[in-house]
């Protein structure tokens, strides 16, 4: 089970449930268009993660140190969100 703690509250994943699906499931206002990893715009800041963060495939939108896509990463354990509305 994975865990998401951020500004707003903490929830957990559903199983094959993407971190930009729980973000919106449970409120927050996160923009996201291409829910591929090519458009960038669903980037969130991570501040901790218990277990390193994968991708399925490299994405190909431009991402900076601490930055993940929330459509396409893959998450386990606990992750924390820097001020996710």
Known sequence: ?????????RFYLHDDETLLD?????????????????CGSCRVKLTASSYPITYA?????MIEQGEILACCCQVKGMIHLKEVK
């Open 1 to 9: 089970m994975t865990w998401v703690f951020t500004s707003k509250t």
């Open 22 to 38: 729980g973000l919106l499931r449970t409120g927050h206002d996160i923009n996201y268009q291409c829910r591929e990893g090519y």
């Open 57 to 61: 495939e490299p994405p190909l939108a």
